[in-house]
């Protein structure tokens, strides 16, 4: 395709990414939609199976995985393991070695034969990156559920994606694949033990650059992030491994900032993915979604209701479960919902299941339009257990 031709559709997925926030805000009178929602189901209309505006390509794939990078690299920076030390990491990962144990037993007494690893590990996944704007809009990030919802997401996200990494990656890798979990693992225990101590030294040089055009802590990130994703890349591990890995080096190095410029700093990063980079990965998820597979199967439309009751079992009454006596109430339901919606995974499992032969492409689809129906039910049904509301709490400026 030509040069004028991909402009095209570059605009027509930022025409697509603008319109979301504003259909959202325009049907909130009937019924509050994340916009994540919104953006997959554009992405749907103008891709190829409906108005055929934007057709699946390189270019757009290297953009779209890009969007995918920021939003685990997010997803890691959220993380602060101060906050989820203790009580909160350990009932999050005793629940998903449960939400596992139970999906891989549940898939293979249905006899999903070798598929059986690749699907329980697309059901016991929790989309921290999806989730954690909407909490955090809501207010319910800053509660007591925020620990919690914290550690239940980072844990929901990293165990899965690292087993994506270990058992599916492509090619020979002769050990490299270990190596690099191992050394994600040294980074995450580095941010436990990092994040108790702050670096004076490093705090002046980045506030000094931090209000000048040297932008010198975003300009940072970006590189750690590109150069999680290329090692990610060169030992055949998906990104989404190398870019939550560079997100918790990246909250480390950045606590040495005071409080107010780690919102800062947040914010120019929540600018650059979530109003750049992150809508064109859900966009485009529609737009490569097999939607004329899904509707020509009447199996893979029974089994969306399937996979959408597994996911409130695997991860969402396992973490209700896991967190008695901590959370009580609407509050302990709110986390359970939340733990149990799901998506960029899913995305991932499902494809790379279909591509390698494991599930036919009709039950790829049910699973991703399950994940889908997720986002959109999981989060509201959590925030109206909590009594909060979808629409942006107000904050003070920085």
Not at 21 to 26: A, I, K, Q, W
Not at 44 to 55: A, E, F
Not at 208 to 217: D, F, I, K, R, V
């Given at each position: 395709?030509?040069?004028?031709?991909l402009?095209v559709?570059?605009?027509?997925?930022a025409?697509?990414?603008?319109?979301?926030?504003?259909?959202?805000?325009?049907v909130?009178?009937?019924?509050?939609?994340?916009?994540?929602v919104v953006?997959?189901?554009?992405?749907?209309?103008?891709?190829?199976?409906?108005?055929?505006?934007?057709?699946?390509?390189?270019?757009?794939?290297?953009v779209?995985?890009l969007?995918?990078?920021?939003?685990?690299?997010?997803?890691g920076?959220e993380v602060d393991?101060?906050?989820?030390r203790?009580?909160?990491i350990?009932?999050?990962?005793?629940?998903?070695l449960?939400?596992?144990?139970?999906?891989?037993?549940?898939?293979w007494?249905?006899?999903?034969?070798?598929?059986?690893?690749i699907?329980a590990?697309g059901?016991?996944?929790?989309?921290?990156?999806?989730?954690?704007?909407?909490?955090?809009?809501?207010g319910?990030?800053?509660?007591?559920?925020?620990?919690?919802?914290?550690?239940?997401?980072?844990?929901?996200?990293?165990?899965?994606?690292a087993?994506?990494?270990?058992?599916?990656?492509?090619?020979?890798?002769?050990?490299?694949?270990?190596?690099?979990?191992?050394?994600?693992?040294?980074?995450?225990?580095a941010?436990a033990?990092?994040?108790?101590?702050?670096?004076?030294?490093?705090?002046?040089?980045l506030s000094?650059?931090?209000?000048?055009?040297?932008?010198?802590?975003v300009?940072l990130?970006?590189?750690?992030l590109?150069?999680?994703?290329?090692?990610?890349?060169?030992?055949?591990?998906?990104?989404a491994?190398?870019?939550?890995?560079?997100?918790?080096?990246?909250?480390?190095?950045?606590?040495a900032?005071?409080e107010?410029?780690?919102?800062?700093?947040?914010?120019?990063?929540?600018?650059?993915?979530?109003?750049?980079?992150?809508?064109?990965?859900?966009?485009?998820t529609?737009?490569?979604?097999?939607?004329?597979?899904l509707?020509?199967?009447?199996?893979?439309?029974?089994?969306?209701?399937?996979?959408l009751?597994?996911?409130a079992?695997?991860r969402?009454v396992v973490?209700?479960?896991?967190v008695?006596?901590?959370?009580?109430?609407?509050?302990?339901?709110?986390?359970?919902?939340?733990?149990?919606?799901?998506?960029?995974?899913?995305?991932?499992?499902?494809?790379?299941?279909?591509?390698?032969?494991?599930?036919?492409?009709?039950?790829?689809?049910?699973?991703?339009?399950?994940?889908?129906?997720?986002?959109?039910?999981?989060p509201?049904?959590?925030?109206?257990?909590?009594?909060?509301?979808?629409?942006?709490?107000?904050?003070?400026p920085i």
């Open positions: 395709m030509d040069m004028d031709g402009s559709q570059l605009v027509v997925l025409v697509a990414a603008v319109a979301a926030p504003l259909l959202v805000d325009r909130e009178r009937w019924v509050r939609l994340p916009s994540v953006e997959i189901v554009l992405g749907v209309v103008i891709g190829p199976q409906v108005l055929g505006l934007v057709q699946t390509g390189v270019l757009l794939e290297t779209s995985q969007g995918l990078a920021m939003l685990f690299f997010l997803a920076y393991f101060r906050a989820v203790g009580r909160p350990v009932s999050a990962s005793a629940g998903w449960v939400s596992f144990g139970l999906a891989a037993g549940a898939l007494a249905a006899g999903a034969g070798a598929a059986v690893l699907l590990i059901l016991c996944s929790t989309a921290l990156g999806t989730i954690l704007p909407i909490a955090r809009d809501s319910l990030l800053a509660g007591p559920v925020g620990p919690h919802l914290m550690a239940v997401g980072a844990v929901g996200e990293f165990a899965p994606i087993l994506l990494a270990l058992f599916f990656s492509e090619g020979v890798h002769s050990g490299k694949t270990t190596l690099v979990i191992a050394l994600v693992g040294l980074a995450v225990a941010a033990l990092g994040s108790l101590r702050r670096s004076e030294r490093v705090g002046r040089l000094a650059t931090l209000g000048t055009s040297a932008q010198l802590a300009r990130s970006v590189l750690v590109l150069a999680a994703v290329l090692l990610a890349a060169e030992v055949g591990v998906d990104i491994l190398g870019a939550f890995a560079a997100g918790v080096c990246m909250q480390v190095l950045l606590s900032l005071d107010r410029e780690e919102k800062l700093v947040q914010s120019k990063l929540d600018g650059i993915g979530f109003g750049a980079v992150v809508p064109v990965f859900f966009v485009y529609g737009v490569t979604f097999d939607l004329d597979e509707l020509g199967s009447p199996v893979a439309l029974a089994l969306i209701p399937v996979f009751g597994a996911f079992v695997v969402g973490t209700w479960v896991a008695r006596g901590a959370l009580s109430g609407g509050e302990r339901g709110a986390l359970a919902a939340f733990a149990a919606t799901q998506l960029p995974i899913v995305v991932i499992a499902s494809s790379t299941a279909a591509e390698r032969g494991l599930v036919s492409a009709a039950v790829a689809a049910a699973m991703v339009g399950a994940a889908m129906v997720s986002v959109l039910v999981f509201l049904v959590g925030l109206r257990w909590a009594r909060r509301d979808t629409r942006a709490v107000s904050v003070e």
